[in-house]
């Protein structure tokens, strides 16, 4: 019961910790997604907006300057430029001569060396296409900073782009994402396509980062919840293991008394001196319910002792057909007597790995609940034959033995197939009127699984009530 406990409490925590984890890592992930999507966009709107570049300033004849539109200042000659200044006109653009901006200097390559894709990284930009659409549906290439665009037609990407039924959206088999808007006075519409790759490579890091980091933290709250519930459950398992032992001792204490006086009511009951009738009749009903004590105690110290451990079953080779008809033998003149009938469909030679005593017993508290709860003139029907049971773990299904006891009387609640297997559990219309405790299905389940095997109860919500055993089968 404490490891169930265990089992219990750690699912529990897992459970909570993978779902805020989850929580968590989507989170920032769709915080991050979102994030270069809204830059991304921002960076289109504004590299759409851009003016057009600058037109280089026409060039004149590099061995005539030009003059200068400096107020107050006089154009220098050619002679006091070639005896002042003997450098050339062109070697400095920096220079006081020069006619040029630094904007107009040198036209902007997309492919240059100042403008790779490794420099645009370095400076945090994102390789952009600029297309440009006429009303007479010619292209313009305003600017082209893919390097790959040579694999794509300009007619493609736009076509692709007017699939997507939106002004800005993914094209995701080329890793691109574009902006269709309104162009400028004398052009119809401009397209601007931006790289992703940058960004998925980054979203697929943190995605490998997290996972990473994720079941790292999974692991920790694993081990740190192992080591909780044990603590947690400290006090819970002492309480739990006082019980038992009070229970198994207390049992013990009562089980010697009452051999003794059901020993010697044994004997007072075979001798007739002086003894009336009435006499007789006490004697018997103390040897009743001193038997019926003696049951309880034992089954109590059965329970106790599996619940600490002591109970170990020996497991050895057996033929579970040869026991399932003895056991019906057994109980033939006690159905008979009862006014009920038996009828078994046995298999032969189903044998198991399991205690001979255990499953004897098991069988006897199937039998006795059946005949306790069966209607009048009713039928009890035994079956035992192979079956396969599916393996959760194994992913496969094992040979087992199944075991069913099937009478007739009031059917079972859903409620009541739910706790029929608790300690002291009885159902209302039993209650006080057939003899018991609640504990024999209780016991019946500490058996199976002690045999590693399956017990349950159905009903057919008519008449008929149903337990179902399941043992492994000897390999």
Same mark, same amino acid.
């Given at each position: ?11 529990? +925590? +897992? ?27 921002? @960076? ?11 037109? +280089? ?39 006081? %001569? ?38 007479? &549906? ?26 997507? %039924? ?47 980091? %994720? ?27 006082? @019980? ?71 497991? @050895? ?20 007597? +009862? ?48 079956? @396969? ?19 007739? &009387? ?27 405790? &609640?504990? %024999? ?11 590693? &095997? ?22």
């Amino acid at each position: 019961m404490i490891q169930k406990l265990r089992r219990k409490f750690i699912l529990i +925590m +897992m459970s909570t910790v993978t779902i805020l984890l989850t929580v968590i890592f989507f989170s920032l992930y769709y915080s991050a997604r979102l994030n270069y999507e809204n830059q991304g966009y921002e @960076q289109l709107r504004a590299a759409s907006r851009e003016s057009q570049p600058n037109q +280089m300033t026409p060039h004149t004849d590099p061995h005539q300057p030009e003059a200068l539109d400096t107020p107050g200042t006089t154009p220098p000659s050619d002679n006091s430029h070639a005896s002042n200044d003997p450098r050339p006109l062109d070697s400095d653009p920096d220079s006081n %001569g020069s006619t040029l901006s630094d904007d107009n200097a040198r036209p902007q390559d997309p492919l240059s060396e100042d403008n790779s894709p490794e420099q645009r990284r370095s400076r945090n930009e994102t390789p952009l296409l600029i297309i440009d659409l006429s009303k007479d &549906g010619t292209l313009t290439v305003v600017k082209n900073q893919l390097v790959r665009f040579e694999e794509v037609d300009a007619q493609e990407l736009v076509t692709l782009a007017d699939t997507v %039924g939106s002004p800005n959206g993914l094209i995701s088999e080329q890793h691109l994402r574009f902006l269709k808007e309104d162009s400028t006075p004398g052009r119809s519409l401009r397209y601007v396509f931006a790289d992703t790759s940058s960004e998925e490579r980054s979203l697929h890091s943190q995605l490998i980062h997290s996972l990473v980091i %994720g079941v790292a933290a999974f692991a920790a709250f694993f081990l740190f919840s192992i080591l909780l519930s044990r603590w947690i459950t400290a006090p819970v398992e002492e309480a739990w293991n006082k @019980q038992n032992r009070f229970v198994a001792d207390a049992s013990h204490e009562l089980k010697t008394p009452l051999t003794v006086i059901l020993a010697n009511i044994g004997l007072l009951a075979k001798s007739s001196t002086g003894f009336t009738a009435n006499d007789r009749a006490s004697l018997s009903h103390i040897q009743a319910e001193a038997t019926r004590m003696k049951q309880l105690t034992e089954s109590l110290l059965t329970l106790a002792r599996s619940d600490s451990g002591q109970s170990a079953a020996d497991f @050895q080779p057996l033929d579970l057909s040869y026991l399932t008809d003895s056991c019906i033998l057994t109980f033939e003149p006690v159905v008979f007597e +009862m006014g009920k009938t038996i009828s078994s469909q046995i298999s032969a030679d189903i044998r198991v790995n399991g205690d001979t005593e255990k499953l004897r017993r098991l069988i006897t508290i199937l039998l006795d609940n059946a005949c306790k709860y069966s209607n009048p003139q009713s039928e009890i029907t035994v079956s035992l034959k192979r079956s @396969q049971r599916e393996s959760s773990l194994l992913k496969r299904s094992s040979p087992s033995a199944l075991l069913t006891v099937t009478s007739e &009387g009031t059917p079972l609640t859903d409620e009541e197939i739910e706790h029929i297997f608790l300690r002291f559990y009885r159902t209302d219309p039993s209650r006080g009127t057939i003899p018991g405790y &609640g504990l %024999g299905l209780s016991i019946a389940q500490t058996i199976v699984d002690e045999h590693h &095997g399956q017990i349950r109860a159905v009903s057919d919500g008519v008449s008929k009530n149903t337990f179902l055993v399941s043992l492994p089968m000897e390999s």
